[in-house]
């Protein structure tokens, strides 16, 4: 039981590129969450899903896609890197409804935009 | 909208001894829920503890607690014989309760952050 994982680990992209974020979970929960960690800085919620088939945007949610591919699945997209991009991004779950339970994280991508 | 604060950007405390971390919160709820998260070095964002609103009785898991005043919207965490392993950050987050309308308004809005560090 891995939990939440997520890849890659690290990444470097240059101005304009376009990269998928991934993350799957194996507990079985319903909804997922994307979220960015800057500097001095809480994590502020880019989009979620709360359940396979939807998804919604949060409170950061310019310059990013999602797909919930299945219900293990939710991937990030940037379709044109843009330095303020550069972050620390979390995907976290939860078991039932997407505002009833704890949170649990991943470990988080490190990503720079040159 | 609601708001977390966290004021003390860094604290230091001496192992094996007792450290309280401040954390104070806006809303216009009556029903939520507040968390503590621990963030070492490795990234990994792990729940400490949580507490729910309704609950009178402040939440205790092992040496970490929390004083959570309602009125003053107050929720301090405690760590007792602090060890190194407890060097990190701290986030105190917010989340509102019964929220199922779409949306992100029930979401998890956290604090800046605390860093912790333990002295040898």
């Known amino acids: 039981n891995a939990g939440v994982t997520q890849t890659p680990k690290f990444q470097v992209l240059k101005t304009g590129q376009s990269m998928t974020l991934q993350c799957a979970q194996d507990m079985n929960h319903n909804s997922m969450y994307w979220y960015r960690q800057d500097p001095g800085m809480g994590l502020r919620l880019i989009y979620y899903s709360a359940s396979e088939g939807t998804t919604d945007k949060g409170e950061v949610p310019n310059g990013y896609n999602v797909s919930r591919l299945n219900k293990r699945e939710f991937s990030l997209r940037l379709e044109s890197a843009a330095p303020s991009q550069t972050s620390v991004y979390f995907c976290a779950s939860t078991p039932r409804g997407a505002w009833t339970d704890t949170q649990y994280f991943g470990p988080g991508t490190r990503l720079t935009v040159l | 909208a609601q708001t977390v604060t966290q004021s003390q950007p860094e604290m230091s405390v001496q192992e094996a001894e007792t450290v309280t971390l401040s954390c104070t919160y806006d809303t216009s709820e009556s029903d939520y829920y507040l968390f503590w998260y621990k963030q070492p070095p490795s990234r990994q964002m792990i729940l400490v503890i949580r507490q729910e609103a309704y609950k009178q009785q402040n939440a205790t898991e092992n040496r970490f607690s929390v004083n959570f005043q309602k009125a003053a919207k107050s929720f301090s965490l405690k760590i007792s014989d602090s060890q190194l392993g407890d060097a990190a950050m701290y986030f105190c987050?917010?989340?509102?309760?019964?929220?199922?309308?779409?949306?992100?308004?029930?979401?998890?809005?956290f604090g800046k952050g605390t860093k912790l560090s333990v002295k040898p």
């Open positions: 987050a917010y989340r509102r309760a019964g929220w199922n309308y779409g949306g992100s308004q029930g979401n998890l809005i």
